[in-house]
T-cell receptor
Framework: NAGVTQTPKFRVLKTGQSMTLLCAQDMNHEYMYWYRQDPGMGLRLIHYSVGEGTTAKGEVPDGYNVSRLKKQNFLLGLESAAPSQTSVYFC????????????FGDGTRLSIL | RKEVEQDPGPFNVPEGATVAFNCTYSNSASQSFFWYRQDCRKEPKLLMSVYSSGNEDGRFTAQLNRASQYISLLIRDSKLSDSATYLCVDVNNNDMRFGAGTRLTVKP
């Protein structure tokens, strides 16, 4: 079982460039999440989705957009990358509620120069 | 304002030791709590859910104290493989907060 798969694993961008991070899950989960993890700050929720076609803001949504056109995929977009967005990004999913355990992808390391 | 606080450690303990971590939360309405384990440069993985009555899974025991608003994780008979960062999570409706983690190193 693949579980939650994130692509790419690593990326280096220049300030102002745009990119999309892809998250795919094969567990038929309704809920999906995007986090960023910075040293000393733990995981912070960027956006999440409670089902196909829905998205909602998390704790730190500014500078990011998301889309959930298909149940299995959750895309995170950076329209104009900034150095402050250098981080490790994790995608996760849970079956049908935010109160359930989450399954994480193995992360995307993003550096903005 | 941090809503979930953990002692960052590091906790350095010998093999076989018992070690306990606490995690305080500020939202008295929080409904669900979890402990995750994260190895260096890896993704978080669920260790335990935390139930009101407390729960145990082998060498690991989780407790919830609603009156004092903290959850705890007790690890008995520590193994070298327990070395990791332990993250606590509290969930209230659609708001979920992770602690910054407590680092544990178990030494031979």
């Amino acid at each position: 079982n693949a579980g939650v798969t994130q692509t790419p694993k690593f990326r280096v961008l220049k300030t102002g460039q745009s990119m999309t991070l892809l998250c795919a899950q094969d567990m038929n989960h309704e809920y999906m999440y995007w986090y960023r993890q910075d040293p000393g700050m733990g995981l912070r929720l960027i956006h999440y989705s409670v089902g196909e076609g829905t998205t909602a803001k998390g704790e730190v949504p500014d500078g990011y957009n998301v889309s959930r056109l298909k149940k299995q995929n959750f895309l995170l977009g950076l329209e104009s990358a900034a150095p402050s967005q250098t981080s490790v990004y994790f995608c996760a999913s849970s079956a049908y509620s935010i109160n359930q355990p989450q399954h994480f992808g193995d992360g995307t390391r993003l550096s903005i120069l | 304002r941090k809503e979930v606080e953990q002692d960052p450690g590091p906790f350095n303990v010998p093999e076989g030791a018992t070690v306990a971590f606490n995690c305080t939360y500020s939202n008295s309405a929080s409904q669900s709590f979890f402990w995750y384990r994260q190895d260096c440069r890896k993704e978080p993985k669920l260790l335990m859910s935390v139930y009101s009555s407390g729960n145990e899974d082998g060498r690991f025991t989780a407790q919830l104290n609603r009156a004092s608003q903290y959850i705890s994780l007790l690890i008995r008979d520590s193994k070298l493989s327990d070395s990791a960062t332990y993250l606590c999570v509290d969930v209230n409706n659609n708001d979920m907060r992770f602690g910054a983690g407590t680092r544990l190193t178990v030494k031979p």
